[in-house]
């Protein structure tokens, strides 16, 4: 199973770099999928993940690259459904930020109950992890502004609002219901999941 997540990543992380729309934006929506590798490759030994997160860390890693190698305000399966119908914008960016909720969800929950970092009800624990994940879309939104403070016209492809002047503030309720819908439809199989560790 490690040798296909391995393949899968190399081989899309391969694709996504090469000739990429804009490779300022490639490098900036490139390198959480960057950084989450190197943190998985330095802690797989003595924190395995389950193999529901490691499937789920994986598909979102796919999504920031499909991402950053077309933009994403210019992925073609959005702009096709833009056209069928009749979007005003290309909302690819809408299924990275529901999988900044999705994943990091299960990645919280995870790490909350292996810690044992709380050990109350599930009401508490689910409170929690969605502080968290709205805490992380928070900060990822006050990255984008700091990235286009300091680079200026050359961000306009990292931030991807196309006109929009809720972008930020959507961007945030999308990951709230990735979180949400993590959490209803997949807290019983992770707990199954981590009762085998």
């Known amino acids: 199973m490690k040798y296909i997540w391995l ?23 490139a390198i959480p999928a960057l950084i989450g590798f190197i943190l998985m490759a330095l802690t797989y030994k003595k924190f395995p993940l389950t193999p529901l ?28 459904i833009k056209e069928i119908f009749h979007q005003t914008r290309n909302n690819y960016d809408k299924v990275g930020h529901f999988a900044q909720g999705f994943m990091p969800a299960i990645l919280a929950r995870e790490l909350l109950l292996r810690l044992e970092v709380i050990k109350a009800s599930k009401v508490w624990l689910n409170y929690i992890v969605l502080s968290i994940v709205l805490a992380f879309s928070a900060f990822y939104e006050l990255i984008e502004w700091w990235v286009a403070l300091a680079t200026g016209e050359g961000a306009d492809a990292f931030l991807g609002t ?19 819908t993590a959490l209803t439809l997949l807290s019983r199989y992770h707990d199954k999941q981590l009762k085998e560790k």
Do not use: C, R
């Open 162 to 180: 196309q006109g929009y002047i809720w972008d930020t503030q959507s961007d945030m309720m999308y990951a709230l219901i990735g979180a949400v």
């Open 7 to 29: 393949g899968i990543y190399f081989s899309v992380l391969l694709w996504s770099a090469i000739d990429p729309k804009d490779t300022f934006t490639w490098f900036l929506e």
């Open 53 to 80: 997160l490691n499937t789920l860390i994986l598909i979102h890693m796919i999504i920031l690259m499909v991402g950053a190698h077309y933009t994403y305000a210019e992925v073609p399966l959005f702009d096709m």
